[in-house]
Structures are given as C-alpha cells and as structure tokens.
Antibody, heavy 118, light 112 residues
Framework: EVQLVESGGGLVKPGGSLRLSCAASGFTFTNAWMSWVRQAPGKGLEWVGR??????????DYAAPVKGRFTISRDDSENTLYLQMNSLKTDDTAVYYC?????????WGQGTLVTVSS | DIVMTQSPDSLAVSLGERATINCKSS????????????LAWYQQKPGQPPKVLIYWASTRESGVPDRFSGSGSGTDFTLTISSLQAEDVAVYYC????????FGQGTKVEIK
C-alpha cells in the first residue's frame, strides 16, 4: 500500500523558514517523480513544484509564486521528499500535500498545515 | 503558464440527475506527437486530499465508478457525472500536465 506522510508544518513568522518532509513507502521511490501541492484555507489547489528522478536528471520546476524561495529535494536512500521554504509570506499559509507525479497526481498524503503569521 | 478556467463555480443537481463541469485551458493541452490530451480531473471531499478520477482527459482511474466520464480535446474539456449520488458531493478540479502543472479553481457540486 502506498503511503505518503508529511511532517514539519507549524507556525512561522513572515520572513522565516520551514522544511517539510514526506516519508514515502509502498512503491519504488527512486523511480517516482514527486510533487508538492498546497491548498490555502477554504481555497483551491495550487501546484507548488516537482522533482524528477535522478535517472531523469533530478531537475526541479516551481510555480511562479514560490520560485526562488522554495526548494524541493529528495533523499532516495531514505525514501524522503523535502520542501525547503524560505522568506515565507502570509500568502504561503496552506496545507501542503506531497504527491506522486505520474504526470497526474495519483497518490497523496494527508497534508501538513503551514501557518505564516506574526 | 497555462491557465485553467472551470465553469460553473458551483452547481446543485438532484439525486440521479446529470452533473456537467467544464474546463477550458488558455492554450491547447493536446500533444500532437502522441495525440494525448494532458488533462486530469480530481475529486476532493471535505477534510480529505484530492483523488484522481480521470487522466488523459477520458481514461478513468481504476476503481472509479463508470458514472464519471471525461471528454473534450485541445482547450475544452468536460467532466460528466451521469447520475449524481449523495457520495459525489465534493469539489472537482481539472489539471493540465502539458506544461508543468496547473489546476482549475474548482467546482463545488451539491445536492439540490
């Protein structure tokens, strides 16, 4: 059974940093492209970014609102996906989901809440 | 960036009736080399993560009831629920994966 478990969310002040983790199991993580998707309270889904497999170059792409501030990385030895978030803004307040990326997003974690507030 | 626009923002349908949600992309998501439309549909119920229903615009995900169907090509797509059930109350999103990924704003489906 595929499991994606996010952690690391919490309350952070504007301008601060936070690192989210996503522990993956039940599939071959090394072979999976992975994405982060967020959802602000009461709002719709927003794609944050994606990382390809090492075989496919390990490259990353980001949505415009987070480019230059957020960094996605992966540790294939630990089956873990990361999202490093810097220079956080109040608009970054959201539930952050870790998802597999088969072009579409088949498997999702339950999400972790990030609140950016002074 | 490709912008996805759904209509309507919400709709109320009687049990057993048809629900139709539209999705329009700002540019074509049809990849000419393989003739695939890079378009997916998701369902999200309150307090849950989204669940993929349809990909390649019309391929139903395993386990999804056949009352859900997707159609369209190029820039215009439709998700149809042929006979609305109580458990279909949710927000539905389209997503393009032709160029990175973007979601539509969502359509809330309720029971009339």
């Amino acid at each position: 059974e595929v499991q994606l478990v996010e952690s690391g969310g919490g309350l952070v002040k504007p301008g601060g940093s936070l690192r989210l983790s996503c522990a993956a199991s039940g599939f071959t993580f090394t072979n999976a492209w992975m994405s982060w998707v967020r959802q602000a309270p009461g709002k719709g889904l927003e794609w944050v970014g994606r990382i390809k497999t090492k075989t496919d170059g390990g490259t990353t792409d980001y949505a415009a609102p987070v480019k230059g501030r957020f960094t996605i990385s992966r540790d294939d030895s630990e089956n873990t996906l990361y999202l490093q978030m810097n220079s956080l803004k109040t608009d970054d307040t959201a539930v952050y989901y870790c998802t597999t990326d088969d072009h579409w997003n088949r498997y999702w974690g339950q999400g972790t809440l990030v609140t950016v507030s002074s | 960036d490709i912008v996805m626009t759904q209509s309507p923002d919400s709709l109320a349908v009687s049990l057993g009736e048809r629900a139709t949600i539209n999705c329009k992309s700002s540019q074509s998501v049809l990849y000419s080399s393989n003739n695939y439309n890079y378009l997916a549909w998701y369902q999200q119920k309150p307090g849950q993560p989204p669940k993929v229903l349809i990909y390649w615009a019309s391929t139903r995900e395993s386990g999804v009831p056949d009352r859900f169907s997707g159609s369209g090509s190029g820039t215009d797509f439709t998700l149809t629920i042929s006979s609305l059930q109580a458990e279909d109350v949710a927000v539905y999103y389209c997503q393009q994966y032709y160029s990175t990924r973007t979601f539509g704003q969502g359509t809330k489906v309720e029971i009339k």
